[in-house]
């Protein structure tokens, strides 16, 4: 059975992701700071599709908690097949009115975060030939106002995404970049698919569908959204 490791795993698209992946098969490893919603998602999917789910606390903002995250995982299921690097956080503001702390807090997940996960399970997937998936997002080639902290965080995961993959061409790096999804960023889930809003399921088949094409096949990125 493959293993997937699945970040920001307890809401929204790393939920669906994980849930999609069980579906499929995979034995997995999920985290997130919420443990208890890990813990009733694991128990659930262990149930449901016979699945193991190893689930850990994880703040991607912390190397030390990164480190530990992986080390249990790594010890738990000896490699890892597929990394979902999608844990992250929303800032609003102008970058003129973005505060030091906020500027810093975006970076250290958003950025960092993609960049010490990725680092830290690298070995096991050149290793195994694996696959990265990295949630960025639509504006990661785009200038938005008043999200420029957002948007220049995301622009630097995908630049460290493209720039793995240049130094390990036998690991598939993917890049997600969705456009809105109905999830807790926003606050609480509820917003429609007439509004232009996805749903974190269709995040999680199209991963799937991709995780399906032939093993020399690579698709280093998709932009996609709702239509209305
Ligand atoms: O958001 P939400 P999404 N350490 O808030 C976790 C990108 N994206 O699913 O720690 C570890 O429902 C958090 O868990 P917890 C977006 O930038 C979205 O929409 O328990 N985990 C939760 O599981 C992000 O990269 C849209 O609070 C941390 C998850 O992340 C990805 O999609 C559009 C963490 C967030 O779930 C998933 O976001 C787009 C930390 N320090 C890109 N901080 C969209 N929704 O419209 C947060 O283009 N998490």
Redesign the pocket.
């Given at each position: 059975m493959k293993v997937a490791v699945v970040?920001?795993?307890?809401?929204?698209?790393?939920?669906a992701i994980a849930e999609a992946l069980a579906r499929e098969g995979y034995n997995l490893a999920l985290?997130?700071?919420?443990v208890d919603?890990l813990e009733g998602l694991s128990r659930e999917l262990e149930e449901k599709h016979g699945v193991k789910v190893l689930h850990r606390y994880?703040?991607?903002?912390s190397p030390q908690s990164l480190k530990e995250f992986a080390e249990a995982v790594l010890e738990e299921f000896r490699g890892v097949d597929l990394l979902v690097v999608?844990?992250?956080?929303?800032m609003g503001g102008r970058l003129d009115e973005v505060s030091d702390e906020d500027m810093e807090r975006v970076f250290q997940?958003?950025a960092l975060?993609v960049w010490r996960t990725i680092k830290l399970f690298l070995p096991s997937l050149k290793e195994r030939r694996g696959t990265v998936a990295v949630?960025?997002?639509?504006?990661s080639t785009m200038i938005l106002a008043n999200a420029g902290a957002y948007v220049a965080s995301?622009w630097a995961a995908r630049a460290f995404t493209k720039t793995f993959q240049v130094e390990n061409p036998e690991v598939k790096f993917i890049e997600l970049?969705?456009?809105?999804?109905d999830?807790?960023?926003?606050g609480k889930p509820g917003r429609k698919i007439e509004e232009g809003?996805m749903k974190?399921e269709d995040v999680a088949e199209l991963l799937v569908a991709l995780l399906k094409l032939p093993k020399h096949v690579l698709v280093e990125e998709v932009l996609f959204r709702s239509i209305y």
């Open positions: 970040t920001g795993a307890s809401k929204g698209i790393g939920r985290g997130a700071r919420s919603l994880l703040d991607v903002s999608n844990a992250g956080i929303p997940v958003n975060g949630v960025t997002s639509y504006i995301k970049r969705p456009g809105m999804v999830t807790y960023f926003y809003f974190p």
